[in-house]
């Protein structure tokens, strides 16, 4: 059974970077499309990316577009979600999620890690 766990998360100032990863363990990462999602206290779980199997498409919420970039490591079971120039709205709890496709709600995706803090405030 497929796990995942993220890691990478912390607190930075506005403008600062930080690389979020999600290993995978229990079945091969190449067969599946790799979400990646935020939640805020009392909000629903947002989607920021996703990126398909072979890596051949991405997709990024409008917000994020210019500033964050996912890639994926098939052979090495992991897949990151480089942030830069982040700001105060990026605040949340980031899950990375799994499933055959990218799609447009998290309702969909059947696998999911514990998440990883991220606080961006000075």
């Known amino acids: 059974q497929l796990q995942l766990v993220e890691s990478g998360g912390g607190l930075v100032q506005p403008g600062e970077s930080l690389t979020l990863s999600c290993a995978a363990s229990?079945?091969?990462?190449?067969?599946?499309?790799i979400g990646w999602f935020r939640q805020v206290p009392g909000g629903g779980r947002e989607g920021v990316s996703c990126i398909t199997q072979s890596a051949g498409d991405a997709y990024y919420l409008d917000s994020v577009k210019g500033r964050f970039v996912i890639s994926r490591d098939n052979a090495k079971n992991t897949v990151s979600l480089h942030m830069n120039s982040l700001k105060p709205q990026d605040t949340g709890t980031y899950y990375c999620?799994?499933?055959?496709?990218?799609?447009?709600?998290?309702?969909?995706?059947?696998?999911w890690g514990q998440g990883t803090q991220v606080t961006v405030s000075s």
């Open positions: 229990g079945a091969a990462l190449d067969f599946y499309a």
């Open positions: 999620a799994a499933d055959t496709y990218c799609w447009p709600t998290p309702e969909r995706f059947e696998s």
